[in-house]
């Protein structure tokens, strides 16, 4: 767990880390391609050792040397991804794609929920099942083989209900190798959509549009070895943003990509923060008095759900009342109880929480219930009275690289109090 004693100005720069949710995908990608890639930038963290775990038990080989993975895909020797992983790491769900599109056939267990959502996998299944692709699920686990002629898929035309991310990236992959073209209508705009397609094209997919709402894939035979950067991570940018203004202290952070962080940057100013540029891929935050304002969770370019327990601990100490709807995810304001017990003023009504402000918060002992909000119980640690001691560090470390350390390093007054589950860097 972590002990944190608040009310410490930060100052300095922090390093910002490859963007997980883009790694997690990109590293099912390279499922696609039957010669050896390199990935670089990847962050050390539990869910990508886990999804390193998924590529090993489908008889791929990797190997890791600090943030580059070296990935050899020549060979797929299983089709199957194990429950035991799959079941810890709803994004190995991602290798479904990869594997009807390179072996026509794929064993992959249905993700369970987690403590945000239901998290359904349909969008993906109906998808792949446009493609061609013949699925049941029983027994919890999905199967998917590809009928007809040589086990290959057929570009279509698929809209989705709703820009999922994870659908689109599935569809996306599995129409690298189809045969003809593939649009997908309401596709996700996020920017590790727009990362894994620029992967892919590298490794010679055609793809156009990733990034907007429509994308079109035209199937290839074959792609061919990469050597991939990965972007920067735009929500741990944030949560340092946010760190900057909740401590009332300025920070610069580096590498970023800006727009990646447009709705981010709105917010922190409206709240009455400045965000100016020390770079093209560097910002400095400039904190003030901080007001309340509403935040309202979007799919890409709105504001991202990723961010919403974060700026919940930020508006729980900005004057006045604002309102936070999240639409993205049906069970994602949980943390609202946890920042109470520290002395916020939150009520949750539906999927709306209405934070009246308060002037501070106090230090308690509180326990995370996912990877977004063990962070805003972090943030708010930073910026109460006296000692917080936050539990359920398993949660930080699956999406943040050495968050304590980084935080320390900015002069916080952190540390973990055990050696509970934590990455070294290999
Ligand atoms: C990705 O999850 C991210 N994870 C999430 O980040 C992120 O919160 C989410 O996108 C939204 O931006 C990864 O990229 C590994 P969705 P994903 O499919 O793809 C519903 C984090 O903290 N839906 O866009 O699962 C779903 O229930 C994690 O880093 C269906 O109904 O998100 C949800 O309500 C948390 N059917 C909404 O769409 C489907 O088939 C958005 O989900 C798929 C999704």
Redesign the pocket.
């Known amino acids: 767990m972590l002990e944190i004693w608040g009310r410490q100005a930060l100052k300095g720069e922090v390093r910002i880390s490859g963007a997980?949710?883009s790694a997690?995908?990109i590293m099912a990608g390279a499922l696609l391609c039957p010669e050896d890639c390199r990935l670089r930038n990847l962050p050390s963290l539990a869910d990508i050792t886990r999804m390193g775990e998924i590529l090993t038990a489908l008889g791929v080989k990797i190997v890791r040397q600090g943030d580059i993975l070296e990935i050899d895909g020549r060979e797929i020797k299983r089709a199957q991804a194990p429950y035991e992983i799959v079941s810890q790491l709803?994004?190995s769900f991602?290798v479904i794609g990869p594997l009807l599109a390179r072996l026509g056939v794929a064993e992959v267990p249905l993700p369970g929920g987690c403590a945000?959502?239901?998290?359904?996998?349909?969008?993906?299944?109906r998808g792949l099942q446009a493609m061609g692709a013949e699925v049941t699920i029983k027994h919890g686990m999905v199967e998917a083989r590809v009928r007809g002629s040589r086990g290959r898929l057929k570009g279509t035309k698929v809209y989705l209900d709703?820009?999922?991310?994870?659908?689109t990236?599935t569809i996306m992959m599995a129409a690298t190798l189809a045969q003809g073209e593939t649009k997908i209508e309401n596709a996700?705009q996020?920017p590790?959509v727009e990362d894994l397609a620029n992967f892919c094209r590298q490794m010679g997919a055609k793809i156009e549009g990733a990034g907007t709402n429509t994308i079109n894939i035209g199937g290839v035979e074959r792609l061919h070895s990469v050597d991939y950067e990965i972007i920067p991570d735009r929500?741990e940018a944030g949560t340092f943003l946010v760190a900057g203004a909740i401590t009332q202290s300025e920070l610069s952070l580096w590498p970023v990509i800006p727009e990646h962080l447009a709705p981010a940057i709105a917010k922190l100013e409206e709240i009455g923060c400045k965000i100016v540029a020390e770079g093209p891929n560097r910002l400095r935050i400039i904190p003030n008095a901080l007001k309340a304002t509403d935040i309202e969770t979007l799919?890409?370019p709105g504001f991202?759900?990723?961010m919403q327990a974060q700026f919940m601990a930020l508006l729980a100490i900005s004057e006045g009342n604002s309102v936070i709807t999240e639409t993205?995810?049906?069970n994602r304001l949980r943390h609202f109880a946890e920042l109470n017990r520290m002395g916020a003023n939150i009520r949750v009504k539906g999927n709306n929480a209405i934070v009246e402000g308060v002037s501070i918060l106090s230090g308690a002992p509180v326990m995370a219930t996912?990877?977004?909000a063990s962070c805003a119980l972090v943030l708010a640690g930073l910026a109460a009275e006296g000692k917080t001691i936050v539990q359920g560090l398993h949660h930080l470390d699956r999406?943040y690289e050495n968050l304590d350390g980084k935080l320390r390093q900015l002069g916080a007054k952190i540390q973990r109090l055990d050696n509970s589950y934590q990455l070294s860097r290999n």
């Not at 239901?118 to 969008?123: G, H, I, S, T, W």
């Not at 709703?162 to 659908?167: I, K, L, T």
């Open positions: 997980k949710n997690l995908a709803r994004a991602f945000i959502g239901a998290r359904p996998v349909d969008l993906h299944v709703y820009p999922s991310v994870g659908a990236e996700a996020e590790e929500i799919p890409y991202p759900t990723d993205v995810f049906e996912d990877l977004r999406g």
